[in-house]
């Protein structure tokens, strides 16, 4: 969506997703549930905090497999993965488990999919395709200039709102950097 103007005359950049309609999708499979608001409007918040200073367009995305950053792209997003398996898949002394469960934690976008995470076993590869999967989201979007193989700089997201996002991210005028925002009736 373009940007728009507020009642208070700010642009912000809103994102097209509408979260009613999403709720409601009929499809097999498709409706969202709360979580995945609360990781939408959680990632709008991250997005408003990053130092609008280091905000720009990179053309190709990273993301596109013709990107010649693509490696660096895909690279970081397995280092994530991989450091999560290891954290999640390596004891520790009972002294020392509630800092590893505060660091695995941190390594979700909302907390309701940490919550997910653990009803579904805490696999130390969680799926990334199928029902449920989640995706390693860089909080600061690759095709705006956000670090590639910063691995503090990932969250697990549920991989349809972060692909939804994604796209609806597509033309954001990193010239300008406006705030993000969601649409009014996802409530954030």
């Known amino acids: 969506m373009p940007l728009v103007q507020k009642p208070d005359m700010t642009e912000v950049w809103e994102l097209n997703l509408d979260c009613d309609k999403k709720k ?4 097999p499979g498709k409706a969202w549930d709360q979580c995945m608001i609360n990781e939408l409007c959680q990632l709008v918040k991250d997005f408003n905090q990053i130092d609008k200073s ?13 990107s010649s950053q693509y490696s ?6 397995e280092a994530f993965a991989t450091g999560f398996a290891k954290l999640v898949s390596t004891p520790v002394p009972a002294d020392q488990q509630a800092a590893k469960d505060a660091a695995i934690k941190s390594k ?3 907390e309701c999919r940490y919550e997910e ?4 076993g805490s696999p130390a590869n969680p799926a990334r395709s199928g029902p449920g999967a989640m995706n390693p989201d860089h909080v600061h979007d690759a ?6 193989n910063d691995i503090n700089g990932f969250k697990w997201m549920n991989d349809r709102v972060n692909t939804g996002a994604g796209a609806a991210m597509r033309g954001y005028p990193a010239d300008k950097a406006p705030p993000l925002a969601a649409m009014e009736n996802c409530g954030c």
């Open 54 to 66: 280091k905000i720009k367009a990179v053309n190709p995305s990273p993301s596109e497999p013709s």
């Open 117 to 120: 995470w653990k009803k579904s």
């Open 143 to 148: 095709k705006l200039g956000g670090p590639l």
């Open 108 to 110: 979700f976008s909302h």
């Open 24 to 27: 409601n999708d009929k499809r």
């Open 72 to 77: 660096a792209y895909a690279g970081g997003k």
